[in-house]
């Protein structure tokens, strides 16, 4: 428990009704979008709304002590964002201006509480865009998105949040406000701490200003749906499509349990043509109206070749957001099947999709448990959803079972644990698998030399050791 003096010198610095001590109030911040796990309620809630405020309250954590626990909109799906050990969450929601476009330099400054959507949106009014766009992208905020480095569907042919970055402005864990990058497309002045910071989900600082890169709105975009027979076929088309010369602003996977519960739940009708299929792929080009026709035809003729059952070219603006439309909601529609959804996001080399989804079906198959693929084929990355009734405890042993088969089948394909979600808790015990321990050993070398009294984000990421304490 925080010292009751302690929490009235937070009142001060951030001013009373932006911090939250009652149970009711703290219950909310207890959790994240992670499924099944216990909730651990923190000692407090800061709603801050300055670099300034949260600089000093971490100060503050370091004198005390107390934990320090970043939080963004609560989207994450590993748990980055819950409080482990109790503490004081730091909010960045209430910080949510977009500060500045500069459409001149094309670039973006924000607050790390701004609705990535709302980013986009400003940005296209001005004939421009922001490239990552997760899942979450309606709801999720950019801070967020930079603790993670979030991908997306058009990551791709624009890359992970990382690459869409110039500067930041951070409090690092001892209370240290600093700059970081530069609004210059080059800089090698020194170490790169700012991409030491993204994805460090949290543990090494909380990012209190971004600067990002936009860039111009394509002129012409054409959506495709290809339909395969069989899932092998669908994964195999993938690698062939860049072997043809094409770089696809996305290509996205779904299989035929995705796409039929889709079917079901949300009323959506991708075409009659998909409805038995095995996978489908939705693939979209962007450019010149030229170059944009020319690797259409390209594509359609890979997809015929691979044995596509049939390919659709999406005629309008709207047909082409109906596709969309369908991928993103198959994770909700997943959601309304099953109790329990556990999704995790691997990512394979392209030559591994074809071994990757047949040997997870497989997996699902041999452990009776329902499995549906779906996600971002175009960079090998897909979300694997086991689905299962939490009161059924031989069937979540199923999938747990069914998890740890499928992560050392990934990493004997020279895959990785996470492609977008992070570590947080919930893949903590599989690191090692992709990690050594001297790997390891210097993180978390790198996390006590800036975070000495360990107090930023606590038992995250690395698996926790006897000598860590608790």
């Given at each position: 428990?925080?010292?009751?003096g302690?929490?009235n010198?937070?009142?001060?610095i951030v001013?009373?009704?932006?911090l939250?001590?009652?149970?009711?109030?703290?219950?909310l911040?207890?959790y994240?979008?992670?499924p099944?796990v216990?909730v651990?309620?923190?000692?407090?809630?800061?709603?801050?709304?300055?670099a300034?405020?949260?600089?000093?309250i971490?100060?503050?954590?370091?004198?005390t002590?107390?934990?320090?626990?970043?939080?963004?909109?609560?989207?994450?799906?590993?748990?980055?964002?819950?409080?482990i050990?109790?503490?004081?969450?730091?909010?960045?929601?209430?910080?949510n201006r977009?500060?500045?476009i500069?459409?001149?330099?094309?670039q973006?400054?924000?607050?790390?509480?701004?609705?990535?959507?709302?980013?986009?949106?400003q940005?296209?009014?001005?004939?421009?865009?922001?490239?990552?766009?997760?899942?979450?992208?309606?709801?999720?905020s950019?801070?967020?998105?930079l603790?993670?480095n979030?991908?997306?569907?058009?990551?791709?042919?624009?890359?992970?949040?990382?690459?869409?970055?110039l500067?930041?402005q951070?409090?690092?864990?001892e209370?240290?406000?600093?700059?970081?990058?530069?609004?210059t497309?080059?800089?090698?002045?020194?170490?790169d701490?700012?991409?030491?910071?993204?994805?460090?989900e949290?543990?090494?600082?909380v990012?209190?200003?971004?600067t990002?890169?936009?860039?111009?709105?394509?002129?012409?975009?054409?959506?495709?749906l290809?339909s395969?027979?069989?899932?092998?076929?669908?994964?195999?088309a993938?690698?062939?499509?860049?072997r043809?010369?094409?770089?696809?602003a996305a290509?996205e996977?779904?299989?035929g349990?995705a796409?039929r519960?889709?079917e079901?739940?949300?009323?959506?009708?991708?075409t009659?043509?998909v409805?038995?299929?095995g996978?489908?792929?939705?693939i979209?080009?962007?450019?010149?109206?030229?170059?944009?026709?020319?690797?259409?035809?390209?594509?359609?003729?890979?997809?015929?070749e691979?044995?596509?059952?049939?390919?659709?070219l999406?005629?309008?603006?709207?047909?082409?957001?109906?596709?969309?439309?369908?991928?993103?909601?198959?994770?909700?529609?997943?959601?309304?099947?099953a109790?329990?959804?556990?999704?995790?996001?691997?990512?394979?080399?392209?030559s591994?999709?074809p071994?990757?989804v047949?040997?997870?079906h497989?997996?699902?198959?041999?452990?009776?448990?329902?499995?549906?693929i779906?996600?971002?084929?175009?960079d090998?990355?897909?979300?694997?959803?086991?689905?299962a009734?939490?009161?059924n405890?031989d069937?979540?042993?199923?999938v747990?079972?069914?998890?740890?088969?499928?992560?050392?089948?990934v990493?004997?394909?020279?895959?990785?644990?996470t492609?977008?979600?992070?570590v947080g808790?919930?893949k903590?015990?599989?690191?090692?698998?992709e990690?050594s321990?001297?790997?390891m050993?210097?993180?978390?070398?790198?996390?006590?030399?800036?975070?000495?009294?360990?107090?930023m984000?606590p038992?995250k990421?690395f698996?926790e050791?006897?000598?860590?304490?608790?």
């Amino acid at each position: 428990m925080i010292d009751a003096g302690v929490l009235n010198e937070i009142g001060v610095i951030v001013g009373a009704q932006h911090l939250l001590t009652s149970p009711e109030e703290l219950v909310l911040y207890g959790y994240d979008a992670t499924p099944a796990v216990d909730v651990v309620r923190p000692d407090a809630v800061v709603h801050a709304g300055s670099a300034e405020e949260i600089a000093e309250i971490v100060r503050l954590a370091n004198r005390t002590p107390f934990y320090v626990i970043p939080r963004g909109a609560g989207t994450g799906l590993t748990g980055g964002a819950r409080p482990i050990r109790g503490g004081v969450v730091i909010s960045t929601q209430r910080m949510n201006r977009i500060l500045r476009i500069d459409a001149d330099n094309l670039q973006a400054v924000v607050q790390p509480g701004v609705v990535t959507d709302q980013l986009d949106k400003q940005a296209r009014a001005q004939g421009l865009f922001y490239a990552p766009d997760p899942q979450s992208m309606a709801t999720c905020s950019i801070g967020g998105n930079l603790a993670e480095n979030a991908g997306g569907p058009h990551a791709v042919k624009y890359g992970v949040t990382r690459q869409s970055v110039l500067a930041l402005q951070a409090v690092l864990p001892e209370g240290q406000l600093v700059r970081l990058g530069a609004r210059t497309l080059k800089s090698v002045a020194g170490y790169d701490l700012l991409s030491l910071l993204l994805g460090s989900e949290g543990t090494l600082g909380v990012i209190t200003e971004a600067t990002l890169r936009l860039l111009p709105l394509p002129e012409a975009r054409r959506t495709l749906l290809a339909s395969f027979a069989e899932v092998e076929e669908a994964a195999a088309a993938v690698g062939a499509t860049f072997r043809a010369g094409v770089l696809p602003a996305a290509i996205e996977f779904m299989d035929g349990n995705a796409i039929r519960c889709v079917e079901d739940y949300e009323g959506s009708s991708l075409t009659g043509l998909v409805r038995e299929a095995g996978a489908v792929l939705i693939i979209e080009l962007d450019g010149g109206a030229g170059d944009v026709e020319r690797t259409g035809a390209i594509v359609e003729r890979v997809m015929r070749e691979g044995k596509a059952k049939g390919v659709k070219l999406a005629k309008t603006e709207e047909e082409a957001e109906g596709l969309w439309s369908a991928r993103r909601a198959v994770g909700p529609a997943l959601a309304k099947i099953a109790p329990l959804k556990v999704n995790e996001d691997i990512v394979v080399p392209l030559s591994g999709l074809p071994r990757a989804v047949a040997g997870i079906h497989s997996i699902g198959a041999e452990q009776d448990i329902k499995c549906a693929i779906f996600g971002h084929a175009g960079d090998g990355n897909l979300h694997v959803n086991f689905l299962a009734d939490p009161q059924n405890s031989d069937e979540v042993r199923r999938v747990e079972r069914a998890v740890d088969e499928m992560f050392a089948l990934v990493i004997s394909l020279g895959g990785s644990i996470t492609g977008e979600h992070g570590v947080g808790t919930t893949k903590q015990k599989y690191l090692s698998l992709e990690l050594s321990e001297e790997s390891m050993d210097a993180m978390r070398a790198i996390k006590a030399a800036l975070d000495p009294r360990g107090i930023m984000n606590p038992a995250k990421i690395f698996p926790e050791r006897a000598e860590d304490g608790a």
